[in-house]
């Protein structure tokens, strides 16, 4: 791996002092995390559970798009078993204990939950498959950390527009409200929604997730508002109604990538992109005066007007609204995997569809081939951005205190994952670095526990720190490199960049 080094070092040192400085600066000593930090790993339902009909649950909108368009997905395959995890939950857990984790992030599926969508009818046998997992769980006192949202919206819902839909508001929040009444006695960490941005862009205002919509520049910007107003309604439920059963906490997962200016003349344009992909959603949440960022309203309102629309694209909240959302998350919950370099110039005048998300941020992206490495088309290694957008989050923010709701690494498959390893490694050195000046990170997660369904990529992007053999009718699992040097991670809370696992057996440690 250390091959790769000093091609890093003269693209940086060749252009980008700043960077130069923290990318030198990679630390070698072993390092401590302080002692209440928290190790965990993360998967989502539809990704993993599998039993895509069975025991009552009805249809969701992943159902919905590989049942109708199967080879909308790389593979043309489906999560219709996926990792079996709805039979194979008890090889989960000992998979969590082998790896000696502090909790373990999972999404509920609200069709196996709810049939009807709505609170009229709860299906027994899928409430039954999520007490069987939180119960498994805290018998060897690893703690669930439940999303309640993560992307499969029931269909019918979805038939009904979906985020689109101000009355989604209301479904959400009732969905929120029984999973608190089934679960809430011993779950103490909810989050929200996952990936905001990936749901409203890639979902309706491009077509790179479901339900495929590509309503650009509009359906993107109603889904965002009607989400944020639905992930406050959850918040405000249980902060009022269940939050004293036993001082639980709720937070938004929010996806931020990084964005950079390779040039002076860029660091505006790289603010504004960060500010519509990610601040979109944290500045009504974690600002001090809510609402959308300026820079967003001003900019979707110009190009309207331009356009010929009668009022901006992106919906405003009333003041009571802002006030509504703001403040409703107990952490900045972070999910990121990736780094970009941005420009403006006079070529992105038509160089996006119009109107669009991308047309009224007006950048253009790009990385270098050197920030790739390993073979996935996904992930790429740049771990300075993720120090960066630590340090913006604590100074933007008042410093709030963040989970790290997702970190990791794609690669094609393969027991002996180098690559992930380097990935894992810097990363999580360089959140070090951001928590030595002050960011306040409370827990890590990597994405995933295992190999899974990586939606439209299907399984040809693994992220499992377990691989998943697909062919086996269990889907059994089996321990990368990279599962032991987390494990060692994990088991004396330190960072050592050279531990070299000598043994490839998993076993549970005692005390797990
Ligand atoms: C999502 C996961 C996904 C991961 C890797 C995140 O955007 O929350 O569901 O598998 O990234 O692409």
């Known amino acids: 791996m250390w091959a790769r080094w000093p091609m890093f070092l003269f693209v940086c040192s060749s252009i980008v002092i700043g960077e130069c400085k923290i990318i030198n600066n990679v630390r070698h000593e072993v390092r401590k995390f302080p002692e209440d930090f928290l ?47 709805y039979h194979q939950y008890k090889r989960d857990v000992e998979m969590m204990r082998e790896l000696g984790l ?66 989604i508001v209301n479904w959400f929040a009732d969905y929120a409200r029984i999973a608190f ?7 103490t960490d909810w989050i929200t929604i996952n990936e905001p941005h990936q749901v409203c862009y890639h979902g309706y205002g491009d077509d790179s997730l479901a339900p495929l919509l590509n309503i650009k ?17 959850a918040y405000h439920i249980y902060d009022k109604e269940f939050r004293s059963l036993n001082g639980g906490k709720i937070f938004i997962a929010l996806s931020a990538q990084w964005y950079d200016a390779e040039y002076e003349e860029f660091v505006d344009a790289a603010k504004e992109a960060n500010d519509f992909t990610w601040a979109i959603y944290s500045h009504p949440i974690f600002s001090e005066t809510g609402d959308f960022p300026p820079v967003l309203k001003e900019y979707v309102a110009q190009k309207s007007a331009e356009q010929g629309f009668y009022r901006s694209r992106l919906p405003e ?49 790009y990385f270098y081939d050197e920030w790739k490495i390993g073979e996935s088309n996904y992930t790429k290694f740049v771990p300075w951005g993720f120090y960066k957008l630590l340090t913006r989050i604590r100074e933007d923010y008042g410093n709030p205190p963040v989970i790290i709701t997702e970190n990791g690494f794609a690669t094609r498959g393969g027991l002996n994952d180098e ?14 670095d951001a928590m030595e000046e002050g960011s306040d990170v409370r827990a890590y997660t990597a994405w995933s526990l295992m190999d899974n369904f990586e939606w439209l990529a299907g399984y040809t992007e693994r992220f499992g720190l377990y691989q998943v053999d697909y062919e086996s009718p269990e889907r059994t699992r089996t321990p990368r490199k990279s599962a032991f040097v987390y494990k060692q991670i994990l088991r004396t809370r330190e960072l050592d960049m050279h531990y070299e696992p000598d043994t490839d057996v998993m076993t549970i440690d005692e005390g797990h």
């Open 39 to 85: 190790f965990g790993t993360a998967t989502a339902s539809y990704q993993v559970e599998g039993a895509w009909d069975k025991d009552g649950k009805t249809e969701n909108i992943w159902d919905h798009v590989t049942l109708t368009n199967p080879c909308v997905v790389k593979d043309c395959s489906n999560g219709d078993i996926a990792d079996d995890s």
């Open 102 to 167: 502090d909790f373990y992030r999972f999404s509920l599926s609200w069709t196996r939950i709810l049939p009807t969508s709505f609170p009229d009818k709860i299906n027994e046998a899928g409430v039954q498959y999520y007490n069987n997992l939180i119960d498994e769980m805290l018998k060897y006192n690893i703690k669930p950390m439940i999303t309640l949202f993560h992307w499969d919206l029931p269909q019918k819902l979805q038939e009904m527009g979906g985020w689109t839909n101000p009355e």
């Open 181 to 187: 009444e089934l679960f809430g006695d011993r779950v």
């Open 217 to 233: 520049g509009v359906a993107d910007y109603l889904c965002a508002k009607n989400l944020l107003l639905a992930h406050a309604k």
């Open 317 to 365: 909240f009333t003041e009571e609204e802002i006030d509504y959302v703001r403040g409703t998350s107990d952490y900045f919950g972070l999910n990121h995997y990736l780094t970009y370099y941005v420009y403006r110039n006079e070529s992105v005048v038509n160089y996006y569809e119009s109107p669009s998300f991308e047309e009224d941020m007006g950048v253009i992206t």
């Open 419 to 432: 690559d992930r390893i380097t990935y894992y490694r810097h990363y999580i050195s360089a959140m070090l």
